[in-house]
Structure formats: C-alpha cells, structure tokens
T-cell receptor, first 112, second 115 residues
Framework: ELKVEQNPLFLSMQEGKNYTIYCNYS?????LYWYRQDPGKSLESLFV?????AVKQEGRLMASLDTKARLSTLHITAAVHDLSATYFC????????????FGTGTRLKVLA | DTGVSQNPRHKITKRGQNVTFRCDPI?????LYWYRQTLGQGPEFLTY????????KSRLLSDRFSAERPKGSFSTLEIQRTEQGDSAMYLC?????????????FGSGTRLTVV
C-alpha cells in the first residue's frame, strides 16, 4: 500500500524558532510537492521538487528532497504567526497519470 | 485568467438527494482532477480527465458518483442519493500536460454537508 507519512502531525512553536517537518513515502517517486492550506481554504502550491537533492527556498521556508531515502523536509526558519497553517506533501508515483498521493498533513501553529 | 473556479462554495443537502458540482479549470490546462478531503485528512484522488477523456477513477468513486468533462472544458461531479459519509470538501485541480514541472492548481473547493 502506498503511504505518505508526515511528522509531526501537530506542531506548536514560538515565533522566531526553527523547526523541520518530515515527509516519508513508501514508493519510488522523483517528484514531490508541498502545499499549504489555511482553515476552510483550498491548497496553495509552495514547492515543486523534481529530482534527488533538489532544494528550494521561499522566504522562511526551505524544502529538500532525498529520493534514495524517500524523504522530503520542509524547514521553517525564524517562524512568524503568518506561517500558521496545515502543510501537506504529495508524491507523484504513477508515471503518466500525475495522480498525487497526499500526506497526512502537519498542522502548524506559531505562537506570538 | 482567474485560476480554477468551483461552484457552489458550500452545499447543504438532505440525505438521499442528488447534488452536482462544477469546476472551471484554467483555460489552457488539459488535465483536470477531482479530489475529496475530509476533516483533518489530506486530499484523496477521485478521478481525472485529460481533455474530455476520463482516464482513471478511484475505488473511492462508487456507482453513485459520476464525473463529466464535455468538450474538455468545465467539469461536473454528480453524487446521487447522497449519504452522510459523502460530507467532505470536494476539490478540483487542473494542470497543463507538462504538469510535472509546476504541479496542480487547486480551486477553492465545494464543501458538501449531508444532513
């Protein structure tokens, strides 16, 4: 069974602190996507990681992909309240269909 | 282009009624996807279209569910004889053929509540 697991599921952190969210997946995939979802809203694309060793950064967020370990990380630097949201990773394991398998989500709350 | 548009945003229906949702993708996008998201979970794949052809349906999509994309433009998702377990956010996404480089663009979703 294909699984995409994220940890932690819930994360409460103080403003200014650093933390990493982990995304492990059980099948081969060289493509991984990170999305952000605010409560009651749809998903906003954050990062597209297309190869082993890919690293992308946008503001206080940095994502990386290790396809050999089947692991992606989303690192948060000096968190601010506006980063409070749920973060999902998704893998694309089916060549040609682009059918994503989403992770369980990490609900992040940044405390002022 | 204003992105992927979904209507209605919210739908409350009585158990046993039929409902239909509409998705208007980004105009130049060939692929269109439907996902379902229940509270506290990640989205789950339901079905996808490439142009007007429905290429795959998930086992989650029971016989009560049907999706169409006439002329490869907008898409509709119909649920017949709704059940309380159908309550969820229904998300539509679209992508170009080379979506691997960009990922999906999601719509705002339709939240269905079956009472």
């Amino acid at each position: 069974e294909l699984k995409v697991e994220q940890n932690p599921l819930f994360l409460s952190m103080q403003e200014g602190k650093n933390y990493t969210i982990y995304c492990n997946y059980s099948t081969t995939s060289d493509r991984l996507y990170w999305y952000r979802q605010d409560p009651g809203k749809s998903l906003e694309s954050l990062f597209v990681l297309l190869s082993n060793g890919a690293v992308k950064q946008e503001g206080r967020l940095m994502a990386s992909l290790d396809t050999k370990a089947r692991l992606s990380t989303l690192h948060i630097t000096a968190a601010v309240h506006d980063l409070s949201a749920t973060y999902f990773c998704a893998v694309d394991p089916y060549s040609g269909t682009y059918k994503y398998i989403f992770g369980t989500g990490t609900r992040l709350k940044v405390l002022a | 282009d204003t992105g992927v548009s979904q209507n209605p945003r919210h739908k409350i229906t009585k158990r046993g009624q039929n409902v239909t949702f509409r998705c208007d993708p980004i105009s130049e996008h060939n692929r269109l996807y439907w996902y379902r998201q229940t509270l506290g979970q990640g989205p789950e794949f339901l079905t996808y279209f490439q142009n007007e052809a429905q290429l795959e349906k998930s086992r989650l999509l029971s016989d009560r569910f049907s999706a169409e994309r006439p002329k490869g433009s907008f898409s509709t998702l119909e649920i017949q004889r709704t059940e309380q377990g159908d309550s969820a956010m229904y998300l539509c996404a679209s992508s170009p053929l080379n979506q691997g480089l960009h990922g999906y663009t999601f719509g705002s979703g339709t939240r269905l509540t079956v009472v």
